[in-house]
């Protein structure tokens, strides 16, 4: 029966193997059954007398001559000769005995001893059967997918792949392969870098588009026979698409390794005719896996120079015959013969594409062409070299992927809202890094040529640092201590108090020392000039800009950013910036004064004066952002920013200028440009920066600096105001500073003593101003979890990327081995729950090998949406089991699901399920080992390990014959197992007695 790979998928559970196991354990049984007579019957006495004991004791009850239950009628099996005519029936029922398949539970079994007797009777006679039995026919094998790409690469010594490959589910950055030779043990590294692309595979050659995957057989294999077909439409898409390769662009001299001696014109001197023959005649023996008559070759030969004449190149001509040769069936198949060394070279390509899927290299084509390579010496011999080549990874790319069925991993789609990890990289996900620790496992049994047993329970494994946290860890961001981030604020918040008392109580005692000077001063300026009201202007902060930076209030030192100069008393600024300290207050209502003098008045968006707050938060006076050469309050967004009504170009040029924009804190927003107003005033939004976050800016827009938000400005003076100035305080502002008293007037009129405290209390204040901007801020406790988040999300994106992964020691053996790791029990669960149905499947097919015939098409789904959310998944299935035509499946097929319960849809460990309800995982293995936990689990597996060795082989022997196995080559697995088993059932000795077997020499 053809039978695709079997995926269960949620809500398809389907519980439609309810039944499976019901009919897989009874057909079996019922096989048997068809050999029994009754009571009045009489047995050819050919037919071994434990084998008719077994068989009337435990049968004929239900299958007596007038009551046959099941599809085979025992009447038509009444003699030796009968049964000797039906091989595969004796395998089965040899299966069924063998394997305690029969009788049903509940029923009374046969003893161990006459089990023996009669699995013997019937190996003898299946072995008679198979040698009466008709030879089969070979059948033809087309290349698939990966072997046409290696076939490609190989015989052009192409150094890339032809199209990418998505079925290579690993790619080897480290040469660990390279197995040496002699007896030295050879260990795999520490450490090895290794990465999966098969979302993203690595491109192919340009213009060669990929021809769809092949359809898969029994257990993921893509290279049975009887799944690849070539129609007569593909026959003719395939001269298309050889075409396409020899034609790409990059299909030449720098990438093709025979480029010279096959593709390059020959010397003038040279015979041309003979040339073409000769380089087709090495050419079409590769491509074609054997011996060409010269009758073929003249054909190839007569079509090169055919094009030749037409006009073509040596080179394209060339190309024109290597493309006709790849689309023959000749190369597009693995052709049989019946003539001796024609079954030479078929050996040839058979273990070429067994262990490289790829081409016989020369010296396998030699050993064919000499006859010798089917003597069992040189075929061993032959087979250790192959085994040491680095083509042997191609082996490593194709059986252990595909047998584990591993492909089936790259659909999980884990509920995001139970594991929002898998997926946090969607071009990285963490199936990429699952899928790697199983196959590094088989590469690790296979370098070190240990028993395959290790792919159970191994000691050992290699681990990416993603996989160990995976494994290891909560899987959530680190806790954030509470109490603590409270603590400190709390702490920050007592230095600032601390601090700014005492910047305060400095600030009073200055403004006591020179307040009354100030008062004075102004008061004869004022008495000097009748027309200058006595207002004093207290602003926040002044600079002066005679050679420094300071502010003659003392508050706000300006710091450069870039490179600046003083001259003239004024600072010039080109692709530089000064910024302020932080502000110690929130900031609503404001004025920001400046004179200045501008070269160049066609600058677009350079700031001049601003205030710069968290983030892109500002307001900044700003020339020709919006028009040129007009003067504009910018802000975030333009979100503050209307033109001034009847503004106009400023045209004074090279000349000093003084600005005064004034923000209202209802929004209102006005310029005065010389003293008048510069058009007319608007109301716009209102903006409130905060304390500690807000800056006063000179020479750029906003931060970030760059681009035209710079702006090349020479300033003379420049006034900060933390209030919105009024009309009479604009024009005491514009006039020739007499309400103003400078640093150089105060200092003029101080006494020594004056200064001197003067001085200590400006150093006294500067440095609490420091202290206060040491002090960090405080934490915002909201900020601190998501900043955690993020730090602990972006590490594991850089884990998901890495491409080491280290040797383990297993100390918690909960993981490890191909049944245990996040990848197989990733694939075989759903979007919500886990599947022990799919689970038990995977481990009946790639473990035991003993698929389960197709579900029926009506067993019913579990109903999820009714069921009892109280209940663990074991009680949901229990009401399955209670119907008879479910239990048999159930019987067989839930202990070994049910045994993996612990591990959640991403392969992590749980005890609990999410209803609180405690994980129950005990059961029984081949209905004779009790297992109350995984470790036991496995534990049972290993005391059982004939039966995986067994099932490994079986798996082995079909991928390397490329078919479904015949009745009769279950005794070749047993002979392969046997002989094996010397050596340990290590991994390489299994390769070579299949290879050494029968059914894959002949």
């Known amino acids: 029966m053809r039978r695709r790979n079997l995926t269960i998928n949620h809500p398809q559970d389907r519980l439609f193997l309810n039944m499976i196991w019901k009919q897989s354990s009874t057909i079996p049984f019922l096989i048997v059954l068809a050999i029994c007579t009754n009571t009045g019957r009489s047995w050819s006495s050919e037919i071994n007398g434990g084998l008719q004991q077994l068989l009337s004791e435990h049968c004929f009850v239900c299958h007596g001559a007038e009551d046959v239950n099941g599809e085979v009628n025992f009447e038509e099996l009444s003699s030796y000769e009968d049964w000797i005519r039906h091989p595969a029936l004796i395998e089965q029922a040899l299966e069924a005995i063998s394997s305690a398949a029969m009788p049903p539970e509940g029923e009374p079994a046969p003893s161990d001893e006459s089990r023996l007797v009669a699995t013997n009777a019937l190996k003898k006679m299946l072995k008679e059967a198979s040698l009466k039995a008709d030879v089969a026919r070979q059948p033809l094998r087309r290349l698939n997918r990966l072997q046409y790409n290696n076939t490609v690469r190989d015989i052009f010594q192409l150094n890339r792949d032809i199209f990418p490959l998505s079925e290579k589910l690993m790619t080897r950055y480290d040469d660990y392969l390279s197995l040496g030779s002699g007896d030295v043990a050879v260990r795999m590294p520490k450490t090895v870098h290794v990465a999966s692309h098969t979302l993203q595979p690595t491109p192919g050659l340009t213009g060669v588009k990929p021809y769809p995957k092949d359809l898969r057989a029994s257990h993921g294999f893509d290279n049975q026979a009887d799944q690849l077909t070539l129609s007569p439409l593909l026959l003719d898409a395939f001269l298309q698409f050889s075409v396409s390769i020899l034609e790409s662009e990059d299909f030449n001299q720098s990438t093709v390794g025979v480029w010279d001696e096959f593709f390059s014109a020959p010397g003038s001197d040279a015979d041309s005719d003979a040339a073409i023959r000769d380089r087709l005649q090495r050419f079409l023996r590769l491509a074609f896996r054997g011996n060409v008559n010269q009758e073929t070759v003249e054909r190839y030969a007569v079509f090169t120079k055919g094009k030749l004449n037409s006009g073509l190149s040596f080179t394209e001509a060339m190309k024109k015959a290597a493309a006709v040769a790849m689309s023959s069936p000749l190369f597009l198949y693995r052709a049989t013969t019946t003539d001796q060394q024609g079954q030479e070279f078929a050996l040839a390509s058979r273990l070429s594409y067994f262990l490289w899927a790829s081409c016989p290299d020369d010296e396998l084509l030699e050993l064919a062409e000499q006859g010798q390579l089917s003597d069992p010496d040189v075929l061993q011999r032959t087979l250790d070299r192959m085994m040491r080549d680095q083509k042997i990874e191609r082996f490593l790319d194709t059986f252990p992927a595909q047998w584990m069925q591993l492909e089936n991993l790259m659909a999980a789609t884990p509920d995001p809202a139970i594991n929002k990890y898998f997926h946090l990289d969607p071009k990285s996900p963490a199936s990429l890094q699952m899928v790697l620790e199983p196959l590094l496992l088989f590469d690790t049994v296979f370098v070190e040529n240990r028993p395959i047993t290790d792919l159970i329970s191994p000691t050992f494994g290699y681990q990416s640092e993603f996989l160990q946290t995976w494994y290891n860890s909560k899987l959530e961001p680190p806790d954030v201590d509470r109490n603590a981030i409270l603590a400190t604020n709390q702490m920050r918040d007592e230095q600032r108090l601390k601090l700014q008392v005492a910047f305060e109580q400095s600030q009073q005692q200055l403004s006591e020392l020179v307040d009354p000077v100030r008062e004075r001063l102004l008061k004869a300026k004022s008495e000097g000039d009748a027309a200058v009201a006595s207002i004093d202007l207290k602003p926040y902060a002044a600079w002066d800009f005679d050679g420094d930076l300071t502010d003659s209030m003392n508050r706000l030192p300006l710091k450069a950013h870039g490179k600046i100069s003083f001259e003239n008393g004024l600072v010039l600024l080109n692709k530089a910036y000064l910024q302020s300290e932080p502000l110690q207050m929130e900031l609503k209502a404001k004025s920001l004064e400046v004179q200045f003098r501008l070269k160049n008045l066609d600058q677009r968006g350079g700031g001049l004066m601003g205030i710069q707050g968290p983030g892109d938060f500002f307001d900044t006076i700003v020339i020709g952002e919006r028009q040129n050469r007009h003067w504009i309050s910018g802000s975030n967004g333009f979100s503050r920013t209307e033109d001034f009504p009847e503004s106009f170009e400023e045209t004074v040029q090279d000349q000093l200028v003084h600005l005064l924009m004034v923000y209202e804190e209802d929004g209102t927003t006005a310029l005065y440009r010389n003293g008048k107003p510069y058009g007319k005033p608007y109301k716009s939004r209102a903006a ?315």
């Open 688 to 1002: 409130t920066f905060p304390k500690n976050q807000t800056s006063v800016l000179f020479g750029l827009r906003h931060l970030p600096a760059g681009g035209n938000r710079f702006l090349a400005v020479n300033i003379d003076r420049a006034r900060f105001y933390d209030r919105a100035l009024t009309v009479d305080e604009i024009e005491a502002a514009v006039a020739a500073s007499g309400n103003f008293i400078s640093t150089a007037e105060l200092l003029a009129n101080l006494n020594d003593q004056q200064r001197e405290r003067r001085e200590e209390l400006l150093e006294s204040l500067e440095r609490t101003r420091q202290d206060l901007a040491a002090v960090p801020p405080n934490i915002d406790l909201t900020k601190a979890v998501d900043q955690v988040r993020r730090e602990y999300e972006q590490d594991l994106k850089r884990q998901l990327k890495s491409r080491e992964f280290r040797f383990v020691e297993l100390s918690d053996h909960r993981y490890g081995g191909i049944i245990t790791n996040a990848a197989m029990l990733s694939m075989t669960s759903g979007q919500k729950r886990t599947h022990p149905v799919a689970r038990g499947v995977w481990v009946i097919e790639v473990i035991l090998n003993d698929p389960p015939n197709p579900p029926p098409n009506d067993v019913p789904a579990l109903d999820e949406e009714n069921a009892d959310k109280n209940l663990t998944i074991r009680e949901q299935f229990a009401a399955h089991r209670e119907n008879a035509s479910c239990a048999g499946c159930h019987n067989r097929l839930d202990p070994l699901g049910f045994a993996l319960e612990n591990y959640d849809i991403t392969g992590r460990w749980r005890d609990r399920y999410q209803n609180g309800r405690e994980v129950d995982v005990a059961g029984t293995l081949l209905r004779k080992h009790d297992f109350r936990d995984v470790l036991e689990f496995k534990e049972s597996l290993m005391r059982e390990n004939r039966v995986f060795i067994r099932a490994f082989a079986k798996h082995l022997l079909r991928f390397a014959v490329a078919r479904e196995l015949r009745p009769g080559e279950s005794l070749t697995i047993d002979e392969i197992v046997e002989k094996s088993g010397d050596e340990h059932f290590k991994l390489r000795a299994l390769m070579r007695e299949v290879v050494l077997s029968s059914s894959f020499r002949r």
